[in-house]
Structure formats: structure tokens, C-alpha cells
């Protein structure tokens, strides 16, 4: 069974649209980290988020950990093509080592 | 600052060919190393990882094999290619048990 639940698997908007994706568990966390993965690249940090509750923004992108730490959600506002790539989230497995589990990913297409 | 690269980028190989992915890190000591493979538009699977030179621990049965003859080199092997060997191949850095990894721009290997 998959840990993280993303949703949707797949989202298409137009340029300066508004959307939301999310990352699911049963299971509580100490943190989450959501990457961006361009076609092509590796997967690169953007956010980790620690604290039940916590909201943090970089630009037009805001993230939001869930206050029981199981669930977190991506909002990006006025989404550009720029925007378009595979958010995925991520976490810390319990037997440390630095090893991450991923969810399947939420794919993103902007189109101007 | 840090950097991360995977040679070749792109490679084509017969089935029952072996296989031989590079790795390599610079500006850093001690990182721990990981394989990961990433289905098309889908989340990454992580294959191995290593804390130091010769450690290497497998998180699926598979075809596939890691080695770490250096501090910062990290190689994936395969004696025999399989048709489901195919994918997209990363490979990541991270220190101690700190949850970020920073990847590197990832081979995309086809066995036909």
C-alpha cells in the first residue's frame, strides 16, 4: 500500500488559473517536503513543512501541513507555464538513514 | 557548493546486455548515496542506498545490483538487462539522517 496518497494524478489549467493539489496518510509525520520535477530532471526541494498547521509561501506557490501532520496541500495562485511539472511529496521513513518515501505524484500542465 | 552528476544521460541497451550507471558527487564528504528508478510521470522508487564506502543495502529484489568504491561514487549495475529494467534512473545525495536530498538530472535507460 502506498504511504502518500497525491491527488489528482493528473491536472490541466490555463495560464492565471488557480489550483490545489494533495498528499494523503493514515499516518503521522514529522515532516513533508514537496519537490517539483521538471521532464527530463531530477526532482528538486521546495518546501519542508514541521509544524502541524503550518502555512508557508514562496511566490505564488503557498503550502499548508495538516494540523494532525497526516495530510498536506500545494496551492498555486495565477499559475504560469513555468508552474508545469510533477509535484511530489515526500517523507522520512522510520528507520531513518536520511531515506524518503514518495508519493506517486500529482502532474501539472499550464497552458498559456 | 555542492553538485551531483549521472552519466550517460540517455542510453539504448539489448536485453541480456549488462548495464553500468555512474554516479558522482562533489563538494561534499560522507553523503549518503541513493538509486532510485521513476516510472514515466510517476513517483520514484528507491532501489539502494549507502551511509559509506562498500555498505550498500537493497530496498527491492531485483534485477540490479550498487556498488560504492569511493566516498562520493555510486554505481548501478546489471549483469542482464531485463525488458523491465527500463526507466528512468536518479540518483540522490543526502547528509546523515536530515531529510533533504538533492538529485541528480537522472538516465533514461530503454532495453529493447
Known amino acids: 500500500t502506498q504511504l502518500l496518497e497525491q491527488s489528482p494524478q493528473f491536472l490541466s489549467i490555463q495560464e492565471g488559473e488557480n489550483l490545489t493539489v494533495y498528499c494523503n496518510s493514515s499516518?503521522?509525520?514529522?515532516?513533508l517536503q514537496w519537490y517539483r520535477q521538471e521532464p527530463g530532471e531530477g526532482p528538486v526541494l521546495l518546501v519542508t513543512v514541521v509544524t502541524g498547521g503550518e502555512v508557508k509561501k514562496l511566490k505564488r506557490l503557498t503550502f499548508q501541513f495538516g494540523d494532525a501532520r497526516k495530510d498536506s496541500s500545494l496551492h498555486i495562485t495565477a499559475a504560469q507555464p513555468g508552474d508545469t511539472g510533477l509535484y511530489l511529496c515526500?517523507?522520512?521513513?522510520?528507520?531513518?538513514?536520511?531515506?524518503?518515501?514518495f508519493g506517486a505524484g500529482t502532474q501539472v500542465v499550464v497552458t498559456p | 557548493s555542492q553538485t551531483i552528476h549521472q552519466w550517460p544521460a540517455t542510453l539504448v541497451q539489448p536485453v541480456g546486455s549488462p548495464l553500468s550507471l555512474e554516479c558522482t558527487v562533489e563538494?561534499?564528504?560522507?553523503?549518503?548515496l541513493y538509486w532510485y528508478r521513476q516510472a514515466a510521470g510517476r513517483g520514484l522508487q528507491l532501489l539502494f542506498y549507502?551511509?559509506?564506502?562498500?555498505?550498500i543495502s537493497s530496498e527491492v529484489p531485483q534485477n540490479l545490483s550498487a556498488s560504492r568504491p569511493q566516498d562520493r561514487q555510486f554505481i548501478l549495475s546489471s549483469k542482464k538487462l531485463l525488458l523491465s529494467d527500463s526507466g528512468f534512473y536518479l540518483c540522490a545525495w543526502g547528509q546523515g539522517n536530515q531529510e533533504t536530498q538533492y538529485f541528480g538530472p537522472g538516465t533514461r535507460l530503454l532495453v529493447l
Open positions: 515526500a517523507v522520512m521513513t522510520t528507520d531513518s538513514w536520511g531515506k524518503l518515501q
Open positions: 499516518s503521522v509525520f514529522s515532516s
Open positions: 549507502s551511509v559509506g564506502i562498500g555498505q
Open positions: 563538494g561534499t564528504s560522507n553523503p549518503n
